[in-house]
Nanobody, 127 residues
Framework: QLQLVESGGGLVQPGGSLRLSCAAS????????IGWFRQAPGKEREGVSC???????NYADSVKGRFTISRDNAKNMVYLQMSSLKPEDTGVYYC?????????????????????WGKGTLVTVSS
């Protein structure tokens, strides 16, 4: 059974850090581009970052310089290191896999490009 499971969310003060993890089972993550997305209360889900099969990365302007996406193929994991967190980073964070083979350097932050989603982990940035 295919599964993506996010973890690492929680309550953090503004300026703090969190590392989110995305664990895959039932398939091998290193064959696919992976994206991190978030959905704030009352807002649409948006793409935060993505990583290609060859570990090329892409970030939304709102998180550039603060978030870092990485992958550990040996552990079948993808991570999102979040620093200098702001209240506007609050939301449910999802990882998703793009099963289309668009080349080793391609990844997308578009929701339409994702084929399989995890259930999300809640991040709350508040004092």
């Amino acid at each position: 059974q295919l599964q993506l499971v996010e973890s690492g969310g929680g309550l953090v003060q503004p300026g703090g850090s969190l590392r989110l993890s995305c664990a895959a089972s039932g398939f091998t993550l290193d064959y696919y581009a992976i994206g991190w997305f978030r959905q704030a209360p009352g807002k649409e889900r948006e793409g935060v970052s993505c990583i290609s099969r060859s570990s090329s990365t892409n970030y939304a302007d709102s998180v550039k310089g603060r978030f870092t996406i990485s992958r550990d193929n040996a552990k079948n994991m993808v991570y999102l290191q979040m620093s200098s967190l702001k209240p506007e980073d609050t939301g449910v964070y999802y990882c998703a896999a793009d099963f289309a083979n668009r080349g080793p350097f391609f990844c997308s932050r578009s929701l339409d490009g994702m084929d399989y989603w995890g259930k999300g982990t809640l991040v709350t940035v508040s004092s």
